[in-house]
């Protein structure tokens, strides 16, 4: 009695020190009171009420059969003994997380998965920088030279370049890797490529910085890439580790910039179209249930408006030459510091003028500026019919374009480790697609850049969208709604949209049964 006594005097208290009616609060304490009968809830009520939340959650509709609830069960208790040690990869950050996210089972599961498709990946960070280093750096005619503000450019010539206006000689690497120490220069390319670093906090102290590094890596990584023979070798060893991370599809979001061979030609955006459908074909032979990649063609959106209008003419051409392998049109970099979709408003009616479909995928609401112009840009990426939504970050802050949304069937595509690296959101529970993922809304998981992020694959976001964003609630009925969204969601035709929903969901039955052993 004297412990009850006790809390009810604490309680009666707080609840005075409200200046409420002496009368009052003896009536607002009694409907507190856990250990009053008559105020008792009603647990098939409480029952019920659980039940309905857990219905709405992404993959609440999903009926497990019994080779499934039981690893359901064997997925919970793993997740419940990783959630209780107490560093949680999601709360920190990935640079930080990556090592034990590494050693965690369920990340191990997870990467068994079959995953369907990576529906938002960008085309210069999808292999790990470790092949660009290790493989391309040590090609011949490969030269280095170093900019003002410590970094690095390459190019491949069969001459000595000209130089370039803000940056060193060059100097061939091969004669370099002579009188250096390789392992040290390696690694301090490596460095240039992604966004890595021991103490991100202070490095990158707001998004403007981490935003000029991230652009600084891309233009590491251009000249190597872009260089006609590795475009390809590029194109087949992305392929290669999305494959080997389970997934059989991927949507390239592709600036299509013109690639140069050896003597310094250049080749034209056809050209690099006509590489990506060789490349499809050669690595589909190989791996025969990789099913292929499309390509939404993506431009910066720092162009002006008269600039957009001849992107997006070009863009038609590219759909009518190439209509198996292009799948769409969007506006890629730092969504706050380029110019918002309404901007762009003529460009993007030119193909409804000119009685084309051109599908869009527009970056949306990846953004903290709410009710900014560019925090408007999911609505109009809706009202131009965009097919997805790239982040979608400040969507749970727009009642009424979720609503639209949904009605559309506009899947968001989460990226949490992209959202947390570039500084929208630091610990992962926190991040807006939690609540999107509790009301069941239409989404996929990706990657965005997972090479620059130390990533690769899709398994790492697929780890911190099950944990972090999902906490305890996301289950396996989670994670194959997830995976079946990303066909569902995907640019494929009816006719293959469903073949590969059945390739997928042979394979995930082999991963039931197999991570039951
Ligand atoms: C680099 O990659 C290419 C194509 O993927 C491969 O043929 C070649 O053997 C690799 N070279 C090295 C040095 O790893
Ligand atoms: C090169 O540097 C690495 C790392 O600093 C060091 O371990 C290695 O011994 C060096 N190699 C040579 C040949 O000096
Ligand atoms: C980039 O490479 C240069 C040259 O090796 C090096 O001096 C610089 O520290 C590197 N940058 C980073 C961020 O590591
Ligand atoms: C757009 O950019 C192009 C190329 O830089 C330039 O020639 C043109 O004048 C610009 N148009 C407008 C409206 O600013
Ligand atoms: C979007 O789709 C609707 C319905 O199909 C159509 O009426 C409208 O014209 C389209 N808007 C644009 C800008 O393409
Ligand atoms: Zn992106």
């Keep these: 009695m004297f412990v009850k006594d006790n809390l009810l005097n604490r309680l009666a208290m707080c609840v005075s020190s409200w200046r409420m009616q002496p009368g009052l609060t003896w009536l607002l304490l009694l409907s507190f009171m856990p250990w009053g009968t008559d105020s008792m809830p009603d647990p098939r009520q409480r029952e019920a009420l659980m039940e309905q939340e857990v219905s709405r959650e992404v993959g609440g509709r999903v009926v497990l059969n019994e080779k499934e ?13 990783e959630m209780e040690a107490p560093d949680f990869p999601p709360a920190m950050h990935f640079f930080k997380a990556k090592a034990l996210i590494d050693r965690s089972p369920v990340f191990r599961l997870l990467q068994k998965m079959p995953k369907g498709a990576a529906l938002h990946v960008h085309d210069f960070s999808m292999v790990g920088v470790d092949w ?17 503000d410590g970094s690095v450019r390459f190019v491949f010539l069969s001459t000595q370049p000209k130089a370039a206006p803000t940056c060193s000689v060059w100097v061939l690497l091969k004669s370099l890797r002579k ?39 891309f233009l590491v990584a251009f000249g190597l890439v872009t260089y006609a023979p590795v475009f390809k070798d590029y194109l087949y060893e992305s392929f290669r580790q999305f494959y080997m991370d389970n997934t059989m599809y991927v949507e390239i979001r592709a600036l299509l910039p013109l690639t140069y061979e050896l003597d310094g030609r250049l080749n034209d955006r056809e050209w690099s179209m006509r590489a990506c459908q060789d490349v499809v074909q050669r690595f589909t032979a190989r791996y025969p249930d990789f099913i292929g990649a499309r390509i939404i063609f993506t431009v910066h959106r720092g162009l002006n408006a008269t600039q957009a209008v001849s992107v997006v003419k070009e ?114 529970r926190n991040h807006p697609a939690a609540m999107l993922m509790a009301e069941g809304h239409p989404m996929v998981i990706s990657s965005d850049d997972p090479a620059l992020f130390g990533a690769s694959g899709l398994s790492y976001d697929y780890y911190q969208a099950f944990m972090g964003l999902g906490g305890m609630t996301s289950s396996l009925a989670t994670l194959k709604e997830l995976v079946l969204n990303s066909l569902r969601y995907s640019s494929l035709s009816p006719t293959l949209k469903e073949k590969a929903i059945e390739a997928l969901l042979v394979k995930w039955d082999k991963f039931v049964s197999e991570s039951l052993l």
């Design 179 to 217: 009188k250096h120490n390789t392992t040290e220069l390696d690694n301090s390319f490596i460095r240039n490529l992604t966004l890595v670093t021991e103490d991100p906090d202070i490095e990158y102290p707001n998004q403007d910085v981490v935003w000029k590094r991230f652009e600084q890596a």
């Design 132 to 148: 660009l280093v290790k493989n391309v750096t040590y090609r011949e005619n490969c030269y280095v030279c170093f900019t003002d």
């Design 69 to 81: 609830k039981l690893l359901d069960g064997k997925l919970y208790q793993m997740k419940r003994q």
């Design 315 to 428: 863009a038609i051409m590219l759909q009518r030459n190439f209509p198996d392998i292009m799948a769409g049109f969007d506006f890629v970099g730092h969504e706050d510091n380029g110019n918002p979709l309404w901007y762009f408003k003529e460009a993007l009616g030119v193909p409804e003028e000119l009685g084309v479909h051109l599908p869009y995928f527009f970056h949306a609401g990846e953004t903290n500026l709410e009710g900014t112009a560019v925090d408007q840009n999911m609505m109009d990426a809706l009202l131009f019919n965009t097919s997805r939504i790239g982040h979608g970050f400040a969507m749970p802050r727009h009642p009424v374009v979720k609503e639209l949304a949904r009605k559309m069937d506009v899947a968001v595509e989460v990226c949490p480790i992209s959202n947390q690296v570039l500084k929208l959101v630091s610990d992962l």
